[in-house]
């Protein structure tokens, strides 16, 4: 399953600081996957995309660590989208 993220930020330095440190702890919590991007002709802009094994572990991640990340990150997600994947 792949969640999206969108926002507008403010210090993308620091959302960048913050999920390189704690990449360890969000995959540890089940994340196969993290990528991040910025929009290329409004910077404000940021979208994350993350790769979970199911819903299950994501809402747990979601209702336990996951709030606490966004806080320390500075970062109010204005957009949150899950993604359930096929096989071609």
């Known amino acids: 399953m792949v969640v999206v993220f969108r926002t507008r ?10 999920l390189r440190q704690r990449r360890g702890d969000i995959q540890g919590a089940g994340c196969t996957n993290i990528w991040v991007h910025r929009n290329r002709k409004h910077p ?3 979208m994350m995309v993350q790769q979970w094994p199911d819903k299950e572990t994501f809402d747990r991640f979601a209702d336990g660590p996951g709030p606490d990340l966004d806080n320390e990150a500075g970062v109010r997600w204005t957009d949150v989208s899950t993604w359930e994947e096929v096989d071609l």
Not at 9 to 18: P, S, T, Y
């Open 9 to 18: 930020g403010e210090d993308w330095d620091k959302f960048i600081d913050l």
């Open 44 to 46: 404000e802009e940021w």
